[in-house]
């Protein structure tokens, strides 16, 4: 029945949306399956934006949808925020690539290192997959060991993502993969490989593997052990370091050695960041011994690091990130006890939440295989029918410019959209 109604379904989304199928049918021609991201592709094919502004988007047939993807977590400050739009402007008057060095570059680096208790110096990237790319070689030549152990389910950029059967593209990275929120599966990993992993990679919350929390005690846990063990502990925070003014790190007071960060934190353009302690970072420093040589055309892209300057100094408040805290705290809640009366949940942490088609108890990705993920599809469908645009695959991310307002109108589609997907699934 189910796959009926999807069917259907495709076709009705089809037929409202006319320009961006032309448009998808001609990108599809140059572009593999007519995307340049994996994960913005759905069935029968995605919508195209016109405009954005605060927490609405247009496309190209004119309908209008409240974002409640977020881009993924990018889009935090929500779209067109006055603080970069003032930063980028200055920017272009000013001038770009310059082939040197820019002021804002210190000044975003010191903010950071006020904010994150763990930060003693950073280094920019283009990207998170970057940030943790360099995160990965400095712990590993810093270790003298080649191993880097990581977890089921862990995503920490297009070449770096960890499933169990989910292939990627990634670099061949030496990875020992053990299951989230499990310390044994991780004291097993260290004991069969002694003194050959060097490097811990973790997210404080699995974001991409279905945003899961992870569980009182795991990251404390992992600090022990990456300790006892002599192992770099490497918190990958381009998700959760929006959780608070020092990232989750600094509301779970569990300190990294090495912490990469990016999405909001650029306002939107391309930014990574890594992280941490002096003694690690130092080894990308001119004349240390041994030192290796880091660059990156783009690492400090005027754009990405003056608009970053702009968020860090004028939206990235204490106040701002708590209460977004709060509200997706709140809003998770309320969305949770409407899922639960059809089978449903709503995990996460704070402003991140992952809609799940099970209410077994879930604290790794494994929990989810056996889920079938087709009335997520069709959950997804229905709340853009009615005006409501989430992750494909159940992704729920808070903005600033959003209110309680647009709050209670996700949570009245959320409803209706439920029982057309109890319906579907008799
Ligand atoms: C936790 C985490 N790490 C790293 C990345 C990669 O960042 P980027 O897409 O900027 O390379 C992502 C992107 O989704 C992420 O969620």
């Known amino acids: 029945m189910i796959s009926h109604v999807l069917e259907s379904t495709y076709q009705r989304y089809a037929a409202k949306r006319p320009v961006s199928k032309r448009l998808h049918m001609d990108a599809r021609s140059v572009l593999p399956s007519g995307t340049t991201r994996s994960v913005l592709d759905f069935d029968p094919f995605p919508f195209t934006v016109a405009s954005a502004a605060g927490c609405l988007l247009t496309d190209v047939d004119g309908h209008e949808y409240l974002d409640y993807l977020g881009d993924y977590s990018v889009g935090l400050a929500g779209h067109n925020p006055q603080a970069v739009r003032q930063a980028v402007a200055a920017v272009l008057d000013d001038g770009w690539s310059f082939g040197t060095v ?93 003194e050959q992993i060097g490097c811990v990679l973790v997210e404080p919350m699995l974001g991409s593997g279905g945003r899961i929390q992870s569980v009182p005690g795991f990251l404390a846990g992992l600090r022990k052990i990456c300790d006892e063990q002599g192992a770099v502990l490497v918190f990958d925070e381009v998700q959760t370091s929006r959780m608070s003014y020092g990232g989750a790190q600094g509301l779970l007071g569990v300190h990294p050695d090495l912490t990469t960060m990016g999405k909001y934190l650029g ?62 705290e709140q809003l998770r809640g309320q969305a949770d006890a409407q899922l639960r009366e059809y089978g449903f949940q709503a995990t996460g942490w704070g402003s991140l939440i992952g809609i799940h088609p099970t209410d077994i108890p879930v604290a790794r990705t494994s929990d989810l295989a056996d889920a079938d993920r087709r009335p997520i599809e ?43 997907v109890a319906r579907a699934c008799r």
């Open 102 to 194: 820019a002021a804002e570059e210190a000044e975003v680096a010191r903010m950071l290192c006020e904010r994150f208790d763990s930060l003693d110096l950073v280094r920019f990237t283009s990207s998170g997959t970057e940030a943790n790319l360099v995160a990965i070689s400095l712990a590993l030549k810093w270790s003298g060991r080649e191993k880097v152990l990581v977890f089921d389910g862990g995503y920490h950029g297009g070449f770096l993502s960890f499933s169990r059967g989910r292939p990627s593209l990634n670099v061949p990275v030496d990875a020992v993969l053990c299951d989230y929120n499990d310390l044994d599966s991780v004291r097993a990993a260290f004991d069969q490989w002694p």
């Open 378 to 420: 069709l959950l997804f469908h229905e709340l853009l029918d009615r005006g409501i645009y989430t992750g494909k695959s159940g992704f729920v991310t808070l903005s600033l410019p959003q209110t309680p307002e647009t709050d209670a109108r996700f949570l009245e589609a959320l409803e209706s959209s439920l029982q057309v």
């Open 267 to 328: 306002g939107g353009f391309g930014f990574g960041v890594v992280g941490g302690a002096e003694r690690i970072l130092l080894q990308i420093a001119r004349g240390q011994q041994p030192s290796y040589d880091h660059s990156g055309t783009f690492n400090n892209n005027r754009f990405s690091v003056s608009a970053s300057a702009a968020m860090l100094k004028s939206v990235l408040t204490r106040e701002s990130l708590d209460a977004l805290f709060q509200r997706g």
